[in-house]
């Protein structure tokens, strides 16, 4: 299995509900990652795990909160979001401490209504 | 700190017509680089890597060239199909593996 699956491909929200996105993945990978990214833009980082444990995490709105319950799953649990939030969201996994690339996922594309 | 700077966009080609996108890296050390290709409603893709100087990636007959002296991997085809059409990211890791920093994004657009 050489895939980064996420769920679900498309969420619409309003700004009071509570909902969570989900990655996963089978590659044995002890590094993953969540970015954001707005239509025309790159991706930008929000959030790396590394071994389970929150190694990054780039001043991302507490509004977001990641979750990593073992090595093969990343949650990432939305709350209050803001209609400026709507993106595409994408998890991204590695070994450790890759030289050699990260797999994504096919995203989460978001709108907060 | 580390940055990528790529050619803006858009770029509009003919079918079958060469390809260049330039790409220029700002790093410490020896950073690994990557190109990266997002087709239209999906994530991204890994194309191609190189992880050491003078190293030549390619896949799907695109290639680049990793130039320490000139501290460039510019992304080169030499015949383009519409199929190619989407976005390229050039991006980089640092040495220490922070985290995968990406250029803005160059949109490839070829008409047949």
């Known amino acids: 299995d050489t895939e980064v699956t996420q769920t679900p491909k498309h969420l619409v929200m309003g700004m009071t509900n509570k909902k969570s996105l989900k990655c996963e993945q089978h590659m044995g990978h002890r590094a993953m990652y969540w970015y954001k990214q707005k239509a025309k833009k790159p991706p930008e980082l929000m959030f790396v795990y590394s071994y389970e444990k929150l190694s990054i995490n780039e001043s991302v709105p507490s509004r977001f909160s990641p979750e990593c319950p073992n090595s093969s799953l990343l949650n990432l649990h939305l709350h209050a979001l803001q209609p400026e939030d709507s993106a595409l969201y994408l998890c991204a996994s590695s070994r450790r401490t890759d030289l050699y690339g990260y797999t994504f996922g096919s995203g989460t594309r978001l709108t907060v209504v | 700190g580390n940055s990528v700077t790529q050619m803006e966009g858009p770029v509009t080609l003919s079918e079958e017509a060469f390809l260049t996108i330039n790409c220029t890296y700002t790093?410490?050390?020896?950073?690994?680089l990557f190109w990266y290709v997002q087709y239209p409603g999906e994530g991204l893709q890994l194309l191609l890597k190189?992880?050491?100087?003078?190293d030549k990636g390619s896949n799907k007959g695109f290639e680049a060239t990793y130039r320490k002296e000139t501290t460039s991997f510019h992304l080169e085809k030499g015949s383009v199909q519409v199929s190619d059409s989407a976005v390229y990211f050039c991006a980089l890791i640092d040495q220490a593996g922070t985290a995968l920093i990406f250029g803005k994004g160059t949109t490839l657009s070829v008409s047949s």
């Open positions: 190189a992880t050491k100087a003078d």
């Open positions: 790093a410490t050390g020896y950073p690994s």
